[in-house]
């Protein structure tokens, strides 16, 4: 699929798409990885989305067709990364938003086209760095798009592998409400809605025993989300696993975040 990048230069970023059983033309969600703390080595290592995957079966046991991008700079072929946010110091969480939310608009923008595939009544879903660049996306959504699902957004956790460690955790805070305004890197990113309570609502979906982002953290983060004008409703999940961070693709997840997540998607077409 073709990317625009920000010095207008054109991309390519795979994606697989999951069709269900039956004929079209059929609901779309639209999911969204996350990024790993290791470095350039641990992103190549990313890889597509099998269909076979219980995430992906979930939705297409629904009647939905999945599809899941490879953003640029991950995957064996990935080139360079688009996500930097700088250092620990002094990161810029809202720009590597943006550019998260640059791939999605690109996947969505081309999946309406396909054939067999509804153009509207489109579902984003995004974990850990996919749900930050989905909360990015609220302000001002891509064409299409009905509801967005944000799973353990967020940057910067795990500092030197350190559970519940964040790079800047207050930058974090401060940069999820420029998300909710529409603004990234100190320029525009979509209309601003300053309080205005526009957008599109987001699902944010949290477990109390994620290690990247702590329960304390994610609360402050949506309370400058919402105090910006962003609408999101936080849903607090039981603890998962030893590491409720990796919840939504892990062995028996949907078992925890299907009931939430299908609730949103039935109230949000």
């Given amino acids: 699929m073709p990317v625009l990048a920000a010095d207008g230069s054109a991309r390519t970023i795979p994606a697989r798409l999951c069709r269900p059983e039956g004929t079209g033309p059929v609901r779309l969600v639209v999911v969204n990885h996350g990024s790993p703390g290791e470095g350039a080595a641990a992103r190549t290592r990313y890889g597509l989305l099998p269909c076979s995957s219980a995430m992906a079966r979930h939705f297409l046991a629904q009647g939905e067709a999945v599809l899941a991008p490879l953003r640029r700079g991950y995957g064996p072929a990935g080139g360079a990364w688009a996500e930097g946010y700088g250092g620990c110091e002094d990161p810029d969480y809202a720009r590597a938003a943006a550019e998260t939310g640059r791939d999605i608009r690109a996947a969505v923008a081309h999946a309406r086209g396909l054939p067999g595939i509804r153009p509207d009544g489109i579902a984003v879903i995004g974990q850990s760095a996919g749900g930050w660049g989905v909360l990015g996306l609220a302000a001002d959504p891509p064409p299409g798009v009905a509801s967005l699902i944000a799973v353990a ?12 460690e964040n790079c800047a955790p207050d930058r974090l805070v401060a940069d999820a409400g ?79 975040w299907g009931p939430a997540i299908d609730a949103w998607l039935d109230a949000h077409r």
Avoid at 153 to 164: A, H, K, L, M, V
């Fill in 153 to 164: 957004p967020g940057r910067g956790g795990r500092r030197d592998d350190r559970p519940n």
């Fill in 178 to 256: 420029r998300l909710a305004t529409g603004s990234a890197g100190g320029k525009p990113a979509g209309r601003a809605i300053h309080g205005s309570g526009g957008g599109l609502p987001v699902l944010w979906l949290h477990t109390p025993n994620d290690s990247f982002f702590a329960v304390d953290l994610v609360r402050a983060m949506h309370r400058a989300f919402s105090a910006a004008g962003g609408r999101a409703t936080l849903t607090e999940l039981p603890a998962w696993g030893a590491d409720g961070h990796g919840m939504f693709y892990g062995a028996g997840g949907a078992a925890a």
